[in-house]
């Protein structure tokens, strides 16, 4: 019972810790997505606060951070955009309407990913190959490090320009220095996660070194904003009174609904699926599909722009110690008291401390072994890797994934398809025999086909699908055919071993069949099941 309470205390000093460290990489990740859709900061970080604290309470699996991502607020600064448009083109223009309009969508798609959720479609992660899981990985760690180098430029008249000269050569090496800490700490000690120990470090030097360097708060400012301070999360009411519940407006947001639904659902169901290697368990893909679209939900109802789990931070909770819901709870909590307290302080963290540990996340994202295996593993999962790897890069996770699991989805039925086979004998009677080996599916039908000979077989035919299974209806449709060909040359057909389903279907095509199905069974696999149906 003591070493009980002892393993209990250290995790959850192991996940308070990681949650703190967490939080303080969360601001500039919340208010640089933030600026990419085209809104304030604050509702970058309400939607990290209120999606962290509802899917690290509710979700299926622990440890793991949720809150604004790239990934969807791409997709959010066109909606944002069009809906400033069409408030200004109302009878009585509206400023500011795409915000609005934002957080309708972001409700609408919660909704579709709670019913996701409901109607168990997190269990389809499972069917995602492990090509596509290491192109994933590797495209969002490409992504990762593309998004930090915009900290390493600065503001002039408006523009942003390389940093140079001293301001560049002190961002690298305070970046240098954060990943030697990450790098070097843990070989001395785990008992303080080596990421927060890295930002404390640096910041303690700019600050009290009087480093001119960029810091979340110039860089809040630079932005546009006017600072990380704010209040609690707030009922957004206008929403029903502003945005119109109409067909047009249904006609608006249901697409960028339908495709922020989706692309959080995958990043999500996809982080897990990495985080359960990692860990070693198993999470809950409906549990958190529900939990992320309740979040979503309360999210939009409350002033955030909506988001999903994001593998860089649970990367850096996982491997900071925090393993359980405490972890994220802790991350959520401690980024609101951020924004109530402590701006000032957050506000001087510098931009290189947080970039280093960004940096730290993409080496330990990226999977280096894929180098080592391209050459080893058949040429269209390499293919794939590279595909998914690139679509991520070029465009999103969504069209990417789909994409991947297409391209392996086909080159698995095109690899099934060379495999159905046909051995041929003649009985004494003079009956000949075709015995199926393989999948019978919409992909082997042609070679299913041409292993028939219908105008040189004998009178009678036996065909035997005991080492073969009738995967579809295109492989259904084809035995019908068959038959058709060898009854209209006035040739006698049987099929035999057929399974229940197959013979249930052909039975609805046509009456027919009932003739030519052999139904006895005389297999000695089948003997066992024979008896226990004898005996029910």
Not at 134 to 158: E, Y
Not at 202 to 224: E, K, M, P, Q, Y
Not at 407 to 424: E, M
Not at 469 to 483: F, K
Request: glycine share 10%; with cysteine; proline share 3%.
């Amino acid at each position: 019972m003591v070493e009980f309470f002892k393993r209990k205390a250290a995790n959850s000093k192991d996940d308070i810790l990681s949650g703190f460290t967490v939080a303080l990489a969360l601001v500039p990740e919340a208010v640089a997505f933030a600026f990419v859709a085209g809104v304030d900061p604050l509702v970058g970080l309400y939607a990290a606060f209120m999606i962290g604290l509802i899917t690290s309470i509710f979700g299926g699996r622990p440890g793991m951070i949720s809150g604004a991502t790239g990934a969807l607020a791409v997709v959010m600064v066109s909606l944002v955009k069009d809906g400033n448009q069409m408030g200004l083109d109302m009878i009585e223009p509206i400023q500011n309407m795409g915000l609005n309009y934002l957080f309708a969508t972001v409700v609408l798609a919660g909704v579709f990913q709670f019913l996701a959720g409901v109607f168990k479609f997190g269990k389809f992660v499972r069917l995602i190959p492990h090509p596509v899981m290491m192109g994933f990985v590797n495209g969002l760690a490409i992504v990762i490090f593309m998004s930090q180098l915009g900290m390493f430029t600065q503001k002039i008249d408006g523009e942003s320009v390389w940093l140079i000269g001293s301001a560049l050569y002190t961002m690298i090496g305070l970046v240098v220095l954060t990943m030697g800490i990450m790098y070097l700490l843990p070989k001395i000690t785990t008992k303080v996660p080596a990421a927060l120990a890295a930002i404390l470090t640096v910041s303690a030097l700019a600050i009290f070194g009087g480093l001119d360097v960029s810091t979340v708060g110039s860089f809040i400012r630079d932005g546009g904003g006017s600072g990380l301070k704010g209040g609690l999360p707030t009922f957004q009411s206008q929403l029903f009174t502003m945005v119109p519940l109409n067909l047009e407006t249904i006609k608006f947001i249901l697409p960028y609904a339908s495709i922020i639904a989706a692309i959080g659902l995958i990043e999500s169901l996809m982080t897990l699926n990495l985080l359960d290697e990692i860990t070693e368990t198993r999470g809950n893909g409906n549990r958190e599909c529900m939990a992320q679209g309740a979040a979503n939900i309360v999210t939009g109802f409350f002033g955030g722009m909506g988001g999903c789990a994001m593998i860089g931070q649970s990367l850096i909770n996982v491997k900071s110690g925090g393993r359980g819901r405490l972890s994220g709870i802790i991350a959520a909590l401690t980024l609101l008291a951020f924004i109530l307290f402590a701006s000032p302080l957050i506000e001087q963290v510098p931009i290189a401390a947080l970039v280093g540990v960004m940096f730290m996340v993409v080496i330990g994202t990226f999977a280096w072994a894929t180098f080592g295996i391209m050459n080893k593993i058949p040429r269209t999962d390499a293919f794939v890797i590279i595909l998914v790897t690139g679509l991520t890069v070029m465009f999103d996770l969504a069209i990417a994934v789909l994409a991947g699991v297409i391209v392996s989805a086909l080159v698995f039925a095109w690899q099934d398809a060379k495999r159905i086979r046909a051995r041929k004998s003649v009985r004494e009677d003079g009956t000949k025999v075709y015995e199926i080996w393989g999948p019978l599916f919409f992909g082997s039908i042609s070679t299913f086909n041409s292993k028939f000979d219908v105008h040189g077989d004998p009178q009678e035919v036996e065909i035997d699908f005991i080492e073969s299974r009738v995967a579809d209806h295109s492989g259904i449709e084809a035995i019908s055919n068959l038959v058709d060909k060898y009854e209209n040359a006035g040739k006698s057909i049987k099929l035999k071993h057929l399974s229940a389903d197959c013979i249930t279907l052909l039975q609805r095509a046509d009456s027919r069949f009932n003739a030519v199905i052999i139904r006895d069974i005389d297999d000695p696999r089948y003997y066992v099941v024979t008896d226990k149906v004898k005996i029910g």
